[in-house]
Nanobody, 120 residues
Framework: QVQLAESGGGLVQPGGSLRLSCAAS????????MGWYRQAPGKERELVAL???????NYADSMKGRFTISRDNAKNTVYLQMNSLKPEDTAVYYC??????????????WGQGTQVTVSS
């Protein structure tokens, strides 16, 4: 059974930093993409950042230059370093992992979410 263990959320003042981690376990398939999405109250879930197995990254425009995604393939772990946080970054952040069984068969999994609150 696949498990995604998220950690690192919390309360931070505007301009502060947080680092989120997500460790994936429970599958023998290879991990393709890993990433983070977020959902603020009353809004739809949106992409924050994705990173491929080869290290290519993709960021939402509003996060470019402030957030950095990375991964440790040996640990099946993805990280999100968030700097210069703003109140509008307040949301539940969800870890995302895509497992690949074959070239055509992939499986998407989501973490339970970790709350990030940016407030003075």
């Amino acid at each position: 059974q696949v498990q995604l263990a998220e950690s690192g959320g919390g309360l931070v003042q505007p301009g502060g930093s947080l680092r989120l981690s997500c460790a994936a376990s429970g599958s023998s398939f290879s991990i393709d993409a890993m990433g983070w999405y977020r959902q603020a109250p009353g809004k739809e879930r949106e992409l924050v950042a994705l990173i491929s197995s080869g290290g290519s990254t993709n960021y939402a425009d509003s996060m470019k230059g402030r957030f950095t995604i990375s991964r440790d393939n040996a640990k099946n772990t993805v990280y999100l370093q968030m700097n210069s946080l703003k109140p509008e970054d307040t949301a539940v952040y969800y870890c995302y992992v895509k497992y690949r069984r074959t070239i055509y068969a992939t499986y998407d999994y989501w973490g339970q979410g970790t709350q990030v609150t940016v407030s003075s």
